[in-house]
Structure formats: C-alpha cells, structure tokens
C-alpha cells in the first residue's frame, strides 16, 4: 500500500474550474425529473456562500452509469453545484433515482449520495440525501438503520413546493445542534 | 474497507481560522459499502471529457500567458500502486503574479493577465500519466494572520472509479520558503506533507523551452 495525496481545501476559487453541472436531466433521460436545493450552513447558523455540492446518483432504474460505453449513457448520474454567493442556495435539476440494492439483496431506499466541501473545509464531508415521501422504504433501509433515529432526519430532503414537478430541500448543518450526519466508508 | 484518515489534514485546525465553523463536532458514521460506494463518477465524466491541457495558449487570445513556463507530469495511482488510466485531472490557478481570474475582490494589486485563464484539464493515459502545461503561479497574500502569505500552488481536483476516491487537493513546489509558514499546508500531518510537493525533474524540462517538475497522485477508494 502507498499513502493517498493530502487532501486541501477547496478555497475561494474553484468556481473557475469547478462550476455548475447541475442540469441532469434531458429530453431522452427516464423518471420523475425532481429538482433538489438548499443551502449549507456554518457553526453560527450562517450560510456557507461559497460551498461545493457534488451528487453520484442511480438512474430511474436504480442502476449506475459506472461506464458509458463510448460515452452515449443519458444519464451521468453526476452533478456539480456552487452555492449562489448572495442567497447560498445550490440545486440540481434531475430524477428520482430508483432503487439499488444493498449486499444482503434488499433494495435501498432511494438515495443520492452527496459530496460537500468549501473554503474552510480541509476535506470534503460524505453524506447521502433520502426523500421524506418514502417513509416506509427509509425505515427498512440498511444504511439509514445505522444511523441513530434522533438523527436520521438531517439527511430527509422534504418537499419544499410543488411547482411542474417536485421541489425537494436539502440543507447541509457542518457544525452544530443539527449537524447533518455525515459517513465514513 | 474503513480508510485511514491519518494521512489527512483535520476539519478543524485553528490556525487556518475559516476551519473553525465549518468543521463537524459530531464522529463521521462508518458504513458499509453499498454499490452507491463502490461505484462513483470518475469514469464516466472522463469518458465525457476532453484535455485542454495547455494553460499557456488556452485562453484563446492567440498570445501566450506570461510568466515562467513549466510543465507538470507525474501519474495517478490507486493505494495499491497500480495506475489510474483515463482518469479527469481538473485544475485551477494564480496567474504569475499571484493573482487569480475571478469575480471575487482582492486587495492585493497584482495584475492580471489577460492571456492567462488559470483553468484546465487533462486526462491520464493507458499508464496513469498526465502532462500539462503551464505558468507557475505566484505567491499572493491572504487575510488568515498578520502578513499571510500563501506558497505558489496549484488547485487539482480529481474524481476517480469511487464516490470515497473523490480528492482536491494542491500541488505545491519543492524549496518554496513559503511551505514552512503556511497553515493549510501544515494542517496535513508531517508525514504526508511531502505528497503534495512536486519535485523539480530535469528529464522532465524541454530544452530552450518550459521547466520540469514531477508528481504523481495517490487516490483511495
């Protein structure tokens, strides 16, 4: 074994390289096109103005876009966003994923696993969004199981609004009473 | 697989003061791996992705960037030591004199440079290797403490095969007086400092044109 690169933080700067990629969804992709936003916030309860949020998500069909196989897959299944500077909001135009399955053969709850780091972040946080709409299959879901039940609900997106589809709010608590759980893997 | 974060820096090391409220009081959650971990974005982004690797003209002004040329190469492996072949290395970066193009202000009156983006990307080939071509970015100042200085550096960021491969990090040179005084830098521990320090390579510099320097990048997953 050889020892992994450091990990630094992402600064102030990324946006020159790492801007926003967060329209995944187009004509030819399948499902429930959902829009997922929110805003990250600081130990004080302030929001994170300069924040990177990466999701890796299955497809409606609960599978991943792991090889595109000479790059025609629809759906990457990846999404960059930049908080905005101003509001601190950050969203992804993209589906419903489907349902995947864990290693003991029973399927997941619909998740997305999401990658958040920024200035002031020496490394990145991993955590996953659940949806709020699909109580019974979160309750049976092996990885939300091992989280502890007070703190399961900082990682439920709600729906916020309805407008031509679902507008689902996920907010990331770096620090604090309702720090949002974050996972080592 | 639970990775060893010792190689890591900390979320909170107080001398670099914006860690300080944005760092997790609570212990990450160890999970087993699902394929949501098993899986991850690097090979189709890269698939997806082509190399714009040459900093120096890739501003499109038809004029070259000023500044010290130099050319980066090394390879991207995994822990194993084996390479990471068609791997998306993203990069970003102060201009020669320190200055970086972006919207956000600076009170430091370094000048921009108006052939120089700062931004590129390149793709490691069937060997793990990536080559690009650059300006070696000046130091500038920064507001942490009293007379800041940040080192001459370079942003990467790279995805790799799993969602745990996902690395930013930054590339810093060999001999640079700045390193001893730099909070980021020293918020890794002593022992992996030295990864992310790129050595000066003479087989790597091109004769009557760019200098050389090597380094080569470890992903986990």
Known sequence: ?185 | MTTDLSDHPPFRYPDYRSTIKRSPDMKMIEIIRTLTEETGPGPIVADLSSEDADLTTNAGTGAAAIGERIIVTGKVLDTYGGPLPKTLIEIWQANASGRYTHWRETEFPAPLDPNFLGAGQCLTDDEGIYRFTTIKPGPYPWGNHANAWRPSHIHLSLLGPRVRSRLVTQMYFEGDPLLALDPIFNAVPEHSRSRMVARYDHQVTVPNWALGWRWDIVLEG
């Open chain 1, 1 to 185: 074994m050889i020892g992994p690169t450091p990990s630094q933080t992402v600064g102030p700067y990324f946006t020159m390289k790492l801007s926003n990629n967060n329209v995944l969804i187009g004509p030819a992709v399948e499902g429930e096109p959902i829009r997922i936003e929110g805003r990250v916030f600081d130990g004080d309860g302030a929001f994170v103005e300069d924040a990177l949020v990466e999701i890796w998500q299955a497809d409606a069909a609960g599978e991943y876009a792991v090889s595109a196989g000479a790059g025609t897959a629809k759906f990457t299944g990846f999404g960059r966003a930049e908080s905005d500077p101003t509001t601190g909001t950050y969203w992804f135009e993209t589906i419903k994923p489907g349902r995947v399955p864990d290693p003991e053969g029973e399927l997941q709850a619909p998740h997305v696993s999401v990658i958040v780091q920024a200035r002031g972040m020496l490394r990145p946080v991993f955590t996953r969004l659940y949806f709020s709409d699909e109580m019974e299959a979160n309750d049976a879901d092996l990885i939300l199981r091992m989280v502890p039940p007070e703190r399961r609900s900082t990682l439920l997106a709600s729906v916020a609004r309805v407008e031509d589809r679902k507008v689902y709010q996920f907010d990331v608590r770096l620090q604090g009473d309702e720090e949002t759980v974050f996972f080592d893997f």
